[in-house]
């Protein structure tokens, strides 16, 4: 599970965890291969290396290992520390003692998005593909922010999970921590997966995350060099410009004013095989110059090869439709950047926007489906 806030690498994650009293295994942190081999006699084997980076996926991309002994620990090191997962800097490798454990399950602490309140989730099972597992796996409890977990609530989710077999005890004081550190630190995520349960009954967190509201990083100063820092090049420089600018895997660029447009664009593309990249949100505004400047941020990543091509998609309201051509006409200029470019604008304007930008020998479209369907095929 992804949001939007600051990203905590797994072992800042653990050292909230800790602080608030939710088990982590054994381990230690380095930011490089310094002091590593030096410091395997401090953990019993067999060990877990892993990847500290703030996007998912590690497990798959192979940067998630398991070492036997200390050469293959420092090899395992040595490989990590020289990998990018989905694009993003390793930011270093914990090792960690494996838990032997007779259950795993799943919890987390989000933010619901249609009801706009928190929301606890317990899964029967965790792993790599908990997004897959069956909803009668699934249970949900919408939580009020400004109050503590009820008694009966903490004993539904843990009895839930474990049936009140061993580790219930356990379970339900993890939850009741995870709250407290939700509510204390600002978080938009705080997420388990999985918790380990041993025979003997302990609850131990195998994995963690923890995302922070960036707009409450006022109220943790010790947080604040770790924003920004997984931010590529391109991206700090759009937010340097106020944009919100984020670099995906994919091929096609994506240009669009709101969040809702953006991903219904993205979501188009790949049902016509294509895959989103670098994509910028607009937002509401009018200006020339700014619509100029995210063009050219884009216009950039397509000429560089980073994208192979570019779909600007506009809706019409606050931003006029002719005040993007405009902008469009006086930024792309370039004759093989244009040829890959293709302009889907509805709203206010849009007729004298599609004759300005069919002149200069745009690719216009008004259907979002054929404006997708046509960034899928101009890719050189």
């Given at each position: 599970m992804n949001c939007d806030g600051m990203n905590l690498l797994e072992h800042e994650a653990k050292t909230l965890f800790r602080r608030y009293r939710i088990s982590t295994p054994r381990g230690l942190f380095f930011p490089d291969m310094n002091g590593i081999a030096s410091s395997l006699a401090n953990l019993k084997f067999p060990l877990m290396v892993k990847a500290q980076t703030t996007v998912g996926g590690r497990g798959k991309a192979g940067a998630i290992r398991t070492a036997l002994h200390g050469q293959e620990a420092v090899e395992a090191c040595e490989r990590i520390l020289g990998m990018h997962v989905s694009g993003r800097k390793v930011h270093g490798v914990l090792l960690e003692e494996m838990i032997d454990a007779s259950r795993e399950v799943y919890l987390a602490i989000t933010i619901d998005q249609r009801s706009r309140c928190p929301l606890l989730l317990a899964g029967c099972a965790g792993g790599m593909d908990v997004e897959n597992m069956p909803s009668h796996t699934m249970m949900r409890w919408s939580l009020d922010l400004l109050e503590p977990l009820p008694d009966e609530?903490?004993?539904?989710?843990?009895?839930?999970?474990?049936?009140?077999?061993?580790?219930?005890?356990?379970?339900?004081?993890?939850?009741?921590?995870?709250?407290?550190?939700?509510?204390?630190?600002?978080?938009?995520?705080?997420?388990i997966?999985?918790?380990?349960?041993?025979?003997?009954?302990?609850?131990?967190?195998?994995?963690?995350?923890?995302?922070?509201?960036?707009?409450?990083?006022?109220?943790?100063?010790?947080?604040?060099?770790?924003?920004?820092?997984?931010?590529?090049?391109?991206?700090?420089?759009?937010?340097?410009?106020?944009?919100?600018?984020?670099?995906?895997?994919?091929?096609?660029?994506?240009?669009?004013?709101?969040?809702?447009?953006?991903?219904?664009a993205l979501d188009t593309?790949?049902?016509?095989?294509?895959k989103g990249g670098t994509f910028l949100d607009l937002g509401g505004t009018d200006d020339p110059d700014r619509i100029s400047e995210a063009l050219g941020l884009l216009?950039?990543?397509?000429?560089?090869?980073?994208?192979?091509?570019?779909l600007v998609c506009i809706f019409g309201g606050i931003t006029r439709c002719d005040t993007v051509a405009d902008a469009m006409m006086h930024t792309i200029t370039d004759r093989n950047v244009k040829a890959r470019t293709v302009v889907r604008l509805r709203g206010n304007n849009e007729d004298e926007a599609a004759k300005m930008l069919r002149l200069a020998n745009f690719n216009v479209h008004i259907d979002l489906d054929d404006a997708c369907l046509q960034a899928v095929k101009v890719r050189a």
């Amino acid at each position: 599970m992804n949001c939007d806030g600051m990203n905590l690498l797994e072992h800042e994650a653990k050292t909230l965890f800790r602080r608030y009293r939710i088990s982590t295994p054994r381990g230690l942190f380095f930011p490089d291969m310094n002091g590593i081999a030096s410091s395997l006699a401090n953990l019993k084997f067999p060990l877990m290396v892993k990847a500290q980076t703030t996007v998912g996926g590690r497990g798959k991309a192979g940067a998630i290992r398991t070492a036997l002994h200390g050469q293959e620990a420092v090899e395992a090191c040595e490989r990590i520390l020289g990998m990018h997962v989905s694009g993003r800097k390793v930011h270093g490798v914990l090792l960690e003692e494996m838990i032997d454990a007779s259950r795993e399950v799943y919890l987390a602490i989000t933010i619901d998005q249609r009801s706009r309140c928190p929301l606890l989730l317990a899964g029967c099972a965790g792993g790599m593909d908990v997004e897959n597992m069956p909803s009668h796996t699934m249970m949900r409890w919408s939580l009020d922010l400004l109050e503590p977990l009820p008694d009966e609530l903490l004993d539904q989710a843990s009895h839930f999970l474990l049936r009140g077999g061993p580790g219930t005890k356990e379970v339900r004081s993890t939850i009741g921590a995870m709250w407290r550190l939700f509510r204390n630190m600002d978080c938009e995520l705080v997420e388990i997966n999985p918790l380990m349960i041993t025979d003997s009954g302990k609850a131990i967190a195998a994995d963690a995350k923890v995302a922070i509201d960036d707009d409450a990083l006022y109220r943790h100063n010790e947080l604040l060099d770790r924003y920004g820092r997984d931010l590529t090049d391109l991206e700090r420089m759009a937010k340097d410009k106020g944009f919100n600018l984020v670099e995906l895997p994919g091929d096609i660029g994506v240009l669009a004013n709101g969040a809702g447009l953006t991903m219904a664009a993205l979501d188009t593309l790949q049902r016509y095989g294509g895959k989103g990249g670098t994509f910028l949100d607009l937002g509401g505004t009018d200006d020339p110059d700014r619509i100029s400047e995210a063009l050219g941020l884009l216009s950039y990543d397509l000429a560089r090869g980073r994208i192979r091509s570019l779909l600007v998609c506009i809706f019409g309201g606050i931003t006029r439709c002719d005040t993007v051509a405009d902008a469009m006409m006086h930024t792309i200029t370039d004759r093989n950047v244009k040829a890959r470019t293709v302009v889907r604008l509805r709203g206010n304007n849009e007729d004298e926007a599609a004759k300005m930008l069919r002149l200069a020998n745009f690719n216009v479209h008004i259907d979002l489906d054929d404006a997708c369907l046509q960034a899928v095929k101009v890719r050189a």
